[in-house]
């Protein structure tokens, strides 16, 4: 026999510590070469380490929620000379015997708390038992933290993801077909719980904290007449979605600001205000918020002001739906130079949206609501939409803001001129 350390690989861009926010193995479980041991966070994404060999898990190396160094100890996995599983412990006092051990019990639904975070479990004699087949299902964090706050068990859904990884889709095909539960008469409690912040909502709190202290935020709010753009989508969208897919408003709203970036360049731009440096971006990689079952994530269009307005709305389609699924890439959650976000339907009336530091501007979208608007002096009845972006105030005057989201108005009111040059 022999004892197998694995260290926290190094996963490239300079990574120099994760944070480890689920354990699928425990002390005690065999495990497979190459089966998932554990989903780390880095500051872009969630990533999945595979054991190099196969054994017996005798130690893990770090609590879910803690920092791990590249390079330190991971897990710790028993291995005879061959490289097999190695043979099971004898009795312990705390522990069944291995020879005849019981199958495990269905876990029991968790409670919201333990949805943020699972740690190892407690040693004794489930410690010691078998890893369940729930975690050696194939899903991804966010399809994982879900199914524990429904109180699913991951092993009895049918994948119809690639060999066979469970989806959201899944989950909800699952619960179409439960029977809703009669709800139950609420009661007087004073009960409370600690919810533990970690992985990617741990990272979306540590950004927007960083962001609110170095960045002096100015909010400019104006509302436009989207009635002109929704006709024309709804045009565009009969004669060639069959063609060309279905254009969102959100994709003419895109289009506006990478077509207004181009005459305000210091909107497109990236500030190091620890060197005192702007960087001024030709290039629109343009960042869209997207809320996931995890937390908020912004994905990235590269190359923006490349595409049309089909490829556009494609585009966020796309990333929008990997990272929900989380299976966006790091090159897709990275090197944003403006960012766009929406609450859709959500949206309300005016918000006042965190810069995504190091930019020095974000664009945000309340929602569209009919409004009477007063046009030529006629009482009309209008689809009207407010703007609400904020701006680093250290190098984007009030003027330059303003002008830039007068811009963004005027391409989304005459929607026509989208098309032109």
Known sequence: MSVHTVRMPDIGEGIAEVEVVEWLVKPGDEVAEDQILCHVMTDKASVEIPSPVAGRVLELGSDVGRMLAVGSMLIRIEVDESGQPAAAPGPRASAPPPSSPPPPAPAPAPSPAATTARGPAPVGASSLASSTTADRTLAAPAVRQRARALGIDLAAVNGTGPDGRVLHADLDALQARAPSPAAPRAARTDATREVKVIGLRRKIAQKMQESKRRIPHFTYVEEVDVTELLALRDEL???????RGELSPLAFIARAVVRAVADFPQANARFDDDAGVLTLHEAVHLGVATQTDGGLMVPVLHQA?????????????????????GKATREELAGSTITLTSLGKLGGIVSTPVINHPEVAIVGVNRIVARPVVREGILQVRQMMNLSSSFDHRVVDGAVAAAFIQQVRRLLEHPAMLFMG
């Open 237 to 243: 969208n009969r004669q060639h979605a069959a063609a």
């Open 305 to 325: 002001q490349a595409m049309d307005l089909w490829a556009t709305s494609a585009a966020i389609a796309r990333l929008a739906a990997a990272a929900r699924a």
